[in-house]
T-cell receptor
Framework: SQTIHQWPATLVQPVGSPLSLECTVEGTSNPNLYWYRQAAGRGLQLLFYSVGIGQISSEVPQNLSASRPQDRQFILSSKKLLLSDSGFYLC??????????FGSGTRLTVV | KNEVEQSPQNLTAQEGEFITINCSYSVGISALHWLQQHPGGGIVSLFMLSSGKKKHGRLIATINIQEKHSSLHITASHPRDSAVYICALKAAGNKLTFGGGTRVLVKP
């Protein structure tokens, strides 16, 4: 099973508050992991990807950061949320022939 | 010009109709994905294609690498097929580049 667990499903946070979204994966070890964001009415945008523990690549400059403290754990964080951070956040994994598997997503509303 | 373009952006069909969604791209790829996103937001991977044609139930996906074009067909469409269908390109490093999506509504 290449299951991805992502939580919470929805989150409402005030501007300036911190954020931590967690994604854990099952299945084979050392998967490539990704954080994507979908702003309202727009397509998916890659935020971060990781090819291994402690290895994070950022695709766009932003108010967010990512960490991979364990092989199967990928965390998206912010110290101070902005209104523009609102959106739908998806964790995903890829492994060769398995293709892509997506988590169920977190809908974040910053108020 | 975007690397991947989908058409149409919106599509409304009557139950039972044959539906085609198109995806054109301008870069070299190793594979192309068709994804389905339901209103709640969750995404399901339908197909991963690098050549030819794949079929799963009422869904058929084709790709022409030379023409840089892929199509997703839904036969005998049903209201539960209503969703956003997204074409995504897989290039180097396993990262995906996404199309803007096609919003499909199938009316009973």
């Amino acid at each position: 099973s290449q299951t991805i667990h992502q939580w919470p499903a929805t989150l409402v946070q005030p501007v300036g508050s911190p954020l931590s979204l967690e994604c854990t994966v099952e299945g084979t070890s050392n998967p490539n992991l990704y954080w994507y964001r979908q702003a309202a009415g727009r397509g998916l945008q890659l935020l971060f990807y990781s090819v291994g523990i402690g290895q994070i690549s950022s695709e766009v400059p932003q108010n967010l950061s990512a960490s991979r403290p364990q092989d199967r754990q990928f965390i998206l964080s912010s110290k101070k949320l902005l209104l523009s951070d609102s959106g739908f956040y998806l964790c995903a994994r890829s492994e060769g022939a398995y293709g892509y598997t997506f988590g169920s997503g977190t809908r974040l509303t910053v108020v | 010009k975007n690397e991947v373009e989908q058409s149409p952006q919106n599509l409304t069909a009557q139950e039972g109709e044959f539906i085609t969604i198109n995806c054109s791209y301008s870069v070299g790829i190793s594979a192309l994905h068709w994804l389905q996103q339901h209103p709640g937001g969750g995404i399901v991977s339908l197909f991963m294609l690098s050549s030819g044609k794949k079929k799963h139930g009422r869904l058929i996906a084709t790709i022409n690498i030379q023409e840089k074009h892929s199509s997703l067909h839904i036969t005998a469409s049903h209201p539960r097929d209503s969703a956003v269908y997204i074409c995504a390109l897989k290039a180097a490093g396993n990262k995906l580049t996404f199309g803007g999506g096609t919003r499909v509504l199938v009316k009973p």
